[in-house]
């Protein structure tokens, strides 16, 4: 059964009473939450907090402000399986300058119920500076996303799929937000990412 993102916070009493952030810390607590009658709950919650981690890293890297409750979706098949829905709704990534964006799922507490004001920076920084090593880790192996090689690649899916030529302005236009972006990892995390890509 398809899930929307939010459903996780929600039980039959309604919503759980100690979440109310649309966050990482709070996903985790309601993921727990929600499959504690499980035998293998703890096993279920790593491998889908693993790919939300890899969602969040996603949606820092290309500045995606857009990942709210109903932009992503946990899957409870018949069999017991629980999983995380491939990413979509990315059309917003690359939208604004790297230190202008607001992420739509942080890492922690904004300063609203379920609308957070943190920048894509704060995001950043907080979560090098509270995340296990391994999930630090992630960030730096996910860089490739920002390579020229992945931007061709991308742009070739496209036309592929649309079975057309993109023009040549957008791709200059997308081309430059890579380079925007790439930029800005290299000085934010203090890689030469040109190199390590």
Same mark, same amino acid.
């Given at each position: ?11 039959? %009493?309604?919503?759980?009473? +100690? =979440?109310?952030?649309?966050? &990482? ?8 939450? *929600? ?5 293998? *709950? ?15 890293? +996603? !949606? $820092?890297?290309t ?11 946990? =899957? ?6 629980? !999983? #995380?829905?491939? &990413?979509? !709704? ?14 739509? #799922? ?13 920048? &894509?920076?704060? /995001?950043?920084?907080? +979560? ?9 880790? *992630? ?10 090689k /992945? ?5 070739? *899916?496209?036309?592929?799929? =649309?079975?057309?030529? $993109?023009?040549?302005? $957008?791709?200059?236009?997308?081309? $430059? ?5 790439? %930029? ?5 995390? /203090? =890689?030469?990412l040109?190199?390590?890509?």
């Amino acid at each position: 059964m398809p899930l929307s993102g939010g459903i996780c916070f929600f039980t039959k %009493d309604g919503i759980l009473p +100690f =979440v109310k952030y649309h966050n &990482l810390e709070d996903i985790w607590i309601a993921l727990e939450k *929600r499959y504690e009658k499980r035998e293998n *709950r703890d096993e279920i919650v790593k491998k889908l907090m693993e790919k939300i981690v890899d969602m969040f890293i +996603f !949606d $820092i890297l290309t500045g995606n402000p857009d990942r709210h409750m109903d932009n992503w979706i946990i =899957v409870e098949y018949p069999s017991g399986k629980v !999983d #995380l829905q491939p &990413l979509f !709704d990315n059309a917003r990534a690359f939208f604004n300058f790297p230190y202008l964006t607001k992420l739509g #799922l942080p890492i922690s507490k904004g300063e609203s119920d379920f609308q957070p004001i943190i920048t &894509l920076e704060e /995001n950043l920084y907080l +979560f090098l500076k509270v995340s296990s090593k391994e999930f630090v880790h *992630r960030i730096y192996d996910s860089l490739w996303v920002l390579s020229e090689k /992945n931007d061709i690649n991308i742009i070739e *899916r496209i036309e592929r799929k =649309v079975k057309g030529p $993109i023009p040549n302005e $957008i791709k200059s236009i997308y081309k $430059i937000k890579w380079e925007t972006y790439l %930029d800005y990892f290299q000085e934010e995390l /203090n =890689v030469d990412l040109k190199k390590n890509i």
